[in-house]
């Protein structure tokens, strides 16, 4: 069964330094994976994805995320923090058991200091 | 606004009351699937519509629960007899078709319907 775990609950940084927001994933072969964003009172909205093509992948709003397969992790990175940025993340890898029904992580709270 | 909507976006209810949310997906999804978040977790897959169809129910959906997709378009999910155990984020989310020929179509989530029983 495919799994998610996002190593951290929260992470705080300043404004303008690097972020870093980790996931490992448990699967039986090679997943798809997602990073999703959800900003109070907003709906979820899809980062990035991850579907077997290029290991590192470019989302919105600055974020990268690289898939390492012998290291079983997707960390999702920014070079640069911005307020906006503040906001729950979670780690998504769609489940094999057909429909491709989501199996998200439990989130990182990101939190960006002036 | 031509996002996934939900109604209502809150709702207190005392326990043993029953509830009915309602989703309207993007218009012409076929694929609707409700999720649940509850405090400080991720979302749970519920259940799964394709078109009228309900092809899959999650563990997580006890007896008191119900779903339902009438015309292929909105989908309604109903709570019988609620308990302080069902209040959450009840989200819903809507998709053209799923993973296909290596191409991954995004879900698209609404606000969510955040339920408080007390």
């Known amino acids: 069964a495919q799994s998610v775990t996002q190593l951290d609950s929260h992470v705080s940084v300043s404004e303008g330094t690097p972020v870093l927001l980790r996931c490992n994933y448990s699967s039986s072969y090679s997943p798809s994976l997602f990073w999703y964003v959800q900003h109070p009172n907003k709906g979820l909205q899809l980062l990035l994805k991850y579907t077997s093509a290029a290991t590192l992948v470019k989302g919105i709003n600055g974020f990268e995320a690289e898939f390492k397969k012998s290291e079983t992790s997707f960390h999702l990175t920014k070079p640069s923090a911005h307020m906006s940025d503040a906001a729950e993340y979670f780690c998504?890898?769609?489940?094999?058991?057909?429909?491709?029904?989501?199996?998200f992580g439990a989130g990182t709270r990101l939190a960006v200091h002036p | 606004d031509t996002g996934v909507s939900q109604d209502p976006r809150h709702k207190i209810t005392k326990r043993g009351q029953n509830v009915t949310f309602r989703c309207d997906p993007i218009?012409?999804?076929?694929?609707l699937y409700w999720y649940r978040q509850t405090l400080g977790q991720g979302p749970e897959f519920l259940t799964y519509f394709q078109n009228e169809a309900q092809l899959e129910k999650s563990r997580l959906l006890s007896d008191r629960f119900s779903a339902e997709r009438p015309k292929g378009s909105f989908s309604t999910l109903e709570i019988q007899r609620t308990e302080q155990g069902d209040s959450a984020m009840y989200l819903c989310?809507?998709?053209?078709?799923?993973?296909?020929?290596?191409?991954?179509?995004?879900?698209?989530f609404g606000p969510g319907t955040r339920l408080t029983v007390t």
């Open positions: 989310a809507s998709t053209p078709q799923g993973l296909a020929g290596g191409k991954f179509y995004e879900q698209y």
């Open positions: 218009s012409e999804h076929n694929r």
């Open positions: 998504v890898v769609i489940s094999s058991g057909g429909y491709n029904k989501l199996i």
